[in-house]
């Protein structure tokens, strides 16, 4: 552990938070922390960290606290109260909030850690549980120039796309806008692959060929297995995803912009989810296709 590198409390080691918090202690950096299971922690001090036993008592000597949980409700819970972060971080201290929450949330947190002399970022994330393990997440980033200029370093142990996008909220303005387009390009290569094997065409060679030219994606890359194989274990679940569409689609509407592809697709989630998918990976949007089509779901 290197004497000149901050001191970092994590907070919230699921699927995402695990790796990603492993990665800074690779990175030389000590960390202690902190989540609802056990085992998540044990883990953590397996990979060298530090367990503890409450919120508290992990950032009551950081210099950063981390936090990456599952949606406002949670990053409200972790960051108010007298258990939370706030009343027991030092002043000072700098937050980084890498949840996908609503903007408002994030803008909100900021105003009342200040209030404790305490810094915020949103530091919403994209590539999954791949992207997580092997440090390549793409992170969008809200808040002050300076603070973001201060987390860099501990950023860059985590992810290779790190941009600051504006002011509060912002990193969670451009995560939503990468939710809307990630669910999009799912469904529309979901229904090009039940039109594919239909079809009787090699499901395989077809993706490899689409894969090559102007419909190739980053989706098509990480999830053609998940199609070919109907492998839907979560790297990033359906219920999350969920959360998310309701996020993009309501800060749209106070924003006055229209979604209509987006609007559907919401809706083909929160179907899938209805259907009791929500707990497979957001590829599983197949299912719902394959059900509309008249086909026995696989996988």
Not at 11 to 33: C, F, H, Q, R
Not at 65 to 75: G, K, L
Not at 112 to 117: D, F, L, S, T
Request: hydrophobic share 45%; charged share 20%.
């Amino acid at each position: 552990m290197s004497d000149n590198l901050p001191k970092v409390a994590w907070i919230g080691l699921g699927i995402m938070g695990s790796p990603m918090s492993e990665n800074l202690i690779k990175a030389g950096y000590d960390v202690t922390g902190y989540t609802l299971e056990q085992d998540k922690i044990d883990r953590l001090a397996a990979a060298g960290g530090t367990g503890a036993s409450s919120i508290a008592e992990a950032v009551r000597d950081a210099d950063v606290v981390i936090t990456m949980v599952p949606a406002s409700p949670q990053v409200e819970a972790i960051a108010y109260g007298p258990d939370g972060i706030l009343a027991n971080a030092r002043r000072g201290a700098l937050l980084i909030d890498m949840s996908s929450i609503t903007p408002q949330t994030s803008v909100d947190l900021a105003k009342n850690a200040a209030e404790q002399g305490i810094r915020v970022l949103d530091a919403p994330v994209s590539g999954g549980e791949a992207g997580a393990i092997e440090a390549v997440l793409s992170i969008m980033v809200g808040g002050e120039r300076a603070d973001f200029d201060d987390a860099r370093p501990l950023l860059e142990a985590l992810g290779r796309t790190i941009v600051l996008c504006g002011p509060h909220g912002s990193g969670q303005t451009v995560k939503a806008a990468n939710q809307l387009i990630v669910a999009v390009n799912i469904q529309a290569c979901a229904e090009a692959v039940v039109f594919l094997e239909k079809s009787g065409v090699d499901l395989s060679a077809a993706l490899d060929v689409l894969n090559g030219g102007l419909a190739g994606s980053t989706v098509l890359t990480r999830k053609k297995d998940n199609f070919l194989g109907r492998d839907f274990a979560p790297g990033f679940r359906i219920d999350l995803h969920h959360k998310d569409m309701g996020i993009v689609t309501d800060a749209a509407r106070n924003v006055g912009a229209a979604l209509p592809v987006g609007g559907v697709v919401a809706q083909l989630v929160a179907s899938l989810r209805a259907q009791g998918d929500g707990g497979l990976d957001h590829s599983a949007l197949l299912r719902g296709v394959e059900r509309l089509s008249g086909l026995p779901v696989k996988g």
